[in-house]
């Protein structure tokens, strides 16, 4: 944990060789998903149980065109379960917004797909990249990818019960041996999709070793739809290689940008906005908490943002006393005043 907090800050200093004299920045300009028009070419990606409304609404005053919610359960929809829809809220999105289903029924996801509309969705994504072993077994994530016709037939029965535009998040396939995600992707946009959000590692890889976006780009050369690379996009100059280079048509930022929402805002203009003081941190860390704290409420709100702080804290030297303290804090209110207070201590700046 402590080495990928330590990547996570080093990637706020790195990467910042942007080229000079360029008339236009691509990740600023607009593109479309289907009728919808997204403002820019940086995106908030779904993420299983991180992407609420409080998440979407940061990753939107950092600058994202779009903001994609957690994974929704179909099933959960259909039955009416009340956690599940109050997943499905979106009165406090200010800006475009995808909700992603999973689940491998088409015609539980048609009939999720037309609850998600109604609750003012603008864009339906379909889930067949989640890894995790208790999604899989029931076919659904990235279990959808060992046989691309039970992937189209979810396509095709949300496309018919919705007039939004639906699309895919796919990985590369299950395992490297097997995986085909050309004929995947051909078959879901043949299917309807109106995009596909790809990343290039497969299920059983999970998040080891660095992506490799030389797939992503024989797949944005295979389909008529816009492709959204995601998958260790972590520096502006990276996220300018994949759309100059890749040729995709936007770049969706997941875990790069935990702890760190001024990526999202870095990627969009191409210059540098995070702090390096920790005062401006914290002041981040209690807007998004008081958010976090109206859409889950105190206590799940601050077991939720207990994994925040460590992504937050990369690379400045907080004694371990005073982050065991924090991760213990009862409310958020108190867990702000503890950071506060480390704020203070003059002597407290970024590792070297």
Request: hydrophobic fraction near 45%; include cysteine.
């Amino acid at each position: 944990m402590r080495k990928r907090m330590n990547r996570s800050f080093a990637s706020r200093l790195d990467g910042w060789d942007v080229p000079h004299g360029r008339s236009s920045w691509p990740l600023a300009q607009p593109f479309a998903i289907g009728d919808v028009t997204i403002p820019n070419r940086v995106v908030q990606p779904p993420l299983a149980g991180i992407a609420n409304w409080a998440f979407r609404a940061q990753s939107r005053r950092h600058g994202v065109g779009l903001a994609v919610s957690e994974m929704v359960s179909s099933h959960g929809v259909v039955h009416d379960n009340q956690r599940t829809n109050h997943m499905l809220d979106t009165g406090h999105d200010d800006g475009l917004v995808s909700i992603q289903l999973f689940g491998a029924h088409p015609h539980v996801m048609a009939d999720a797909a037309r609850r998600a509309a109604d609750q003012g969705a603008d864009i339906l994504d379909i889930n067949m990249g989640c890894p995790v072993k208790k999604v899989c077994k029931t076919g659904a994530g990235a279990a959808m990818l060992t046989d691309p016709e039970v992937g189209a037939r979810v396509v095709a029965a949300m496309v018919a019960a919705v007039d939004i535009p639906v699309t895919v998040k796919m990985r590369r396939g299950l395992t490297p041996a097997t995986s085909d995600p050309v004929t995947a992707a051909r078959r879901f946009v043949d299917a309807g999709a109106a995009a596909i959000f790809f990343h290039p590692r497969t299920a059983s890889e999970e998040y080891t070793g660095r992506a490799d976006h030389s797939h992503t780009a024989e797949l944005v050369a295979a389909v008529d739809v816009p492709v959204i690379a995601s998958g260790d996009i972590d520096t502006p100059l990276e996220a300018l290689r994949i759309v100059e280079e890749v040729g995709a048509s936007a770049v969706a930022i997941g875990r790069p940008a935990f702890g760190n929402p001024w990526l999202f805002a870095e990627v969009l203009h191409g210059d540098r906005r995070a702090p390096s003081e920790l005062s401006d941190v914290v002041d981040e860390i209690a807007r998004f908490g008081a958010d976090v704290r109206d859409a889950l409420g105190e206590t799940r709100g601050c077991a939720y943002m207990r994994k925040f702080y460590p992504w937050y804290l990369a690379g400045f030297d907080v004694p371990g006393a005073e982050r065991d303290e924090l991760m213990i804090a009862p409310t958020l209110d108190h867990a702000i005043a503890l950071l506060r207070q480390l704020a203070t201590q003059d002597a407290l700046q970024p590792a070297s």
